[in-house]
């Protein structure tokens, strides 16, 4: 099991930029992938960014391509998700999440780890 623990949520203005943090501990060796998820009030879950551990792979949802970035600190078993300019609809609870089944790392069931997630809030 790995243990996942996410940071740096908080409200912006819209066209503001956050870094969300992941750090990882337990079993990390077995990880795979890791990721974000993101949910707004009524909606579901829905896939944000991942990337590859071994090889830096990143994947991106339509909607942040271009304006988020997603990168990971080996060393430190952390993740990072860097949002450039944030919009209203951005705001929403986040999560990341880790999985180690290999494929492609895009969808709520690859991943079997989660935080508890962080609240981005983006006003207009």
């Known amino acids: 099991q790995v243990q996942l623990v996410e940071s740096g949520g908080g409200l912006v203005q819209a066209g503001g930029s956050l870094r969300l943090s992941c750090a990882a501990s337990?079993?990390?060796?077995?990880?795979?992938?890791m990721g974000w998820f993101r949910q707004a009030p009524g909606k579901e879950r829905e896939f944000v960014s991942a990337?590859?551990?071994?090889?830096?792979?990143?994947f991106y949802a339509d909607s942040v391509r271009g304006r988020f970035s997603i990168s990971r600190d080996i060393a430190k078993n952390t993740v990072f998700l860097q949002m450039n300019s944030l919009k209203p609809e951005d705001t929403a609870v986040y999560y990341c999440?880790?999985?180690?089944?290999?494929?492609?790392?895009?969808?709520?069931?690859?991943?079997?780890?989660w935080g508890q997630g962080t609240q981005v809030t983006v006003s207009s």
């Open positions: 337990g079993r990390t060796y077995s990880t795979y992938a």
């Open positions: 999440a880790a999985t180690n089944r290999i494929g492609l790392a895009t969808s709520v069931s690859k991943f079997n780890s």
């Open positions: 990337i590859v551990w071994s090889s830096s792979t990143t």
